[in-house]
């Protein structure tokens, strides 16, 4: 169709220009954009239905911003709607599209949704496509000179205004990002803090029993053998060797807990098969001592990780199922691994005393053991959290109380550590 501007537009028509150029003034919002040029084009053209599209550069991601009227949202695929971005598309199409050249992407669609005719207006800013404009089954081809004259004056001021609605929706995206980010962030730093604070004081408290320890039967010795009493100083010395030796082990426990996220080993394909027995030959002493059974799942699959760490972590938790096993006549800790939608959930599970529902939470905190009379620094599972947590995972307990067994399970990102 030759577009001729030698005939001055109607005054409704220019009344209709002047009022889609007003309203794109306030619109920020690339929907209520498209919404407000579908519904007044529309209206303007007597066209069946009117499309904006916003163009982009990757291939079949061209997207619908609006239609009137809704219902026909669902005219095409995604994928024809990108050939309509495509710069061969015709501008007018002739009233039937069977006169289009063979195989046009466009014709089969077209067709299929009984077009009959189509106007396409390219909105570019400085060259670059930003979007076009879709008018489908005019009433009145007559009028489509006028038509075509009004929308080719308002194509620059729409196209600007959808780039600067699509740059603010993009600011907006990016500040909401930003702002989860930040939210994401304080909330990891005010959780470091709070563990801060409760290690600083757990710490001081447990080292300083040892040390109290080793300064009181130090000065027991020194009584006894200045009244020459030289016995008891023997059994002091061993007290003293073994406080000074459980400052040692936490000492230790806490290094080892404050490296870890620091210092990882790359990712490598871990056989948690061949990780299990090793880890169950390391602890054949005290499994076989307690005289408890142990069953593995076979075909437990491979995970992504530090092979080390994830060994550390098996080995607190199958220490953790022989230390709290109980009085149970028939012992036994089951190692295996269950799936959950998409997950893989690894669990260690025992029949021993079990953990109150209340504590479930705690018990993965610095020095929180439940059972003050039992052996070890509590910070094994501390350790496992962190391990766990470093690998992208999550871990948690699961016991219904006191005398019903404990299952801990955890899980491991695919791309852990990658």
Same mark, same amino acid.
């Given at each position: ?10 005054? $409704? ?5 002047i ?24 209206e ?16 079949e991601?061209d ?14 695929t995604p994928?024809?709607?990108?050939n ?8 007018l199409?002739p ?11 466009l014709?089969?669609?077209?067709l299929r949704?009984?077009?009959r ?17 879709l ?9 489509s000179?006028? =038509?075509?004259?009004?929308i ?8 600007? $205004?959808?780039?600067?609605a ?8 990016? $500040?909401?990002?930003l ?17 801060l ?10 080292l300083?029993?040892?040390l109290?320890? =080793? ?8 009584h006894?053998l ?12 061993? *007290? ?18 404050s490296?870890? %996220?620091?210092?990882m080993?790359?990712?490598s394909?871990?056989d948690?098969n061949?990780l ?6 390391q602890?054949?002493g ?5 005289r408890?059974e ?5 075909? =437990? ?9 994830i060994?550390?972590?098996l ?8 230390k709290? *096993?109980?009085?149970?006549p ?5 190692i %295996?691994v ?6 893989c959930?690894?669990f260690?599970?025992?029949?021993g ?5 209340r ?23 501390a350790?496992?959290?962190r391990?766990?947590? $470093?690998?992208?995972? *999550? ?8 005398g ?8 491991i ?6």
């Amino acid at each position: 169709m030759k577009r001729s501007e030698s005939q001055p537009l109607s005054p $409704a028509a220019q009344l209709m220009a002047i009022e889609i150029i007003s309203e794109l003034l306030v619109s920020t919002s690339p929907h209520k954009l498209g919404e407000v040029l579908t519904e007044h084009l529309r209206e303007l053209s007597g066209a069946r239905t009117a499309m904006v599209l916003v163009h982009r550069c990757e291939p079949e991601t061209d997207e619908l911003l609006n239609v009137s009227p809704l219902r026909r949202r669902t005219l095409f695929t995604p994928a024809e709607l990108n050939n309509f971005c495509h710069e061969k598309s015709p501008a007018l199409l002739p009233f039937h599209p069977e006169e289009l050249p063979v195989n046009h992407p466009l014709q089969a669609p077209l067709l299929r949704a009984g077009i009959r005719s189509m106007l396409r207006y390219p909105l570019r800013v400085v060259g670059e496509l930003v979007g076009l404009l879709l008018l489908f089954d005019l009433p009145e081809i007559k009028r489509s000179a006028e =038509i075509d004259r009004i929308i080719n004056l308002l194509t620059p001021p729409i196209a600007l $205004a959808l780039k600067n609605a699509l740059a603010f929706r993009q600011i907006e995206q990016q $500040a909401l990002e930003l702002e989860k980010r930040v939210a994401e962030r304080t909330a990891e730093l005010q959780e470091k803090n709070t563990e801060l604070e409760r290690f600083t004081y757990t710490a001081s408290h447990d080292l300083k029993s040892p040390l109290v320890t =080793i300064q009181t039967f130090a000065g027991m010795i020194r009584h006894d053998l200045e009244a020459g009493n030289h016995d008891r100083p023997l059994r002091d010395l061993r *007290r003293i060797e073994d406080a000074a030796g459980k400052m040692n082990d936490l000492l230790n426990d806490l290094l080892e807990l404050s490296l870890i %996220g620091k210092q990882m080993n790359s990712a490598s394909r871990i056989d948690m098969n061949r990780l299990v027995k090793e880890t169950l030959m390391q602890l054949a002493g005290i499994v076989t001592q307690g005289r408890i059974e142990v069953v593995v799942q076979p075909d =437990i699959p491979p995970v992504m990780g530090d092979r080390k760490r994830i060994a550390e972590l098996l080995q607190n938790l199958i220490e953790n199922a022989v230390k709290y *096993r109980g009085d149970q006549p028939a012992s036994r800790i089951e190692i %295996g691994v269950r799936q959950e939608g998409k997950e893989c959930v690894f669990f260690v599970s025992d029949n021993g005393k079990g953990i109150d529902p209340r504590h479930h939470e705690k018990i993965f905190g610095l020095f929180n053991q439940l059972d003050a009379d039992s052996e070890g620094t509590g910070v094994g599972l501390a350790l496992v959290k962190r391990i766990i947590e $470093a690998h992208g995972g *999550r871990v948690w307990v699961e016991s219904e109380g006191e005398g019903k067994g404990s299952r801990f399970c955890f899980t491991i990102k695919k791309e852990a550590l990658q």
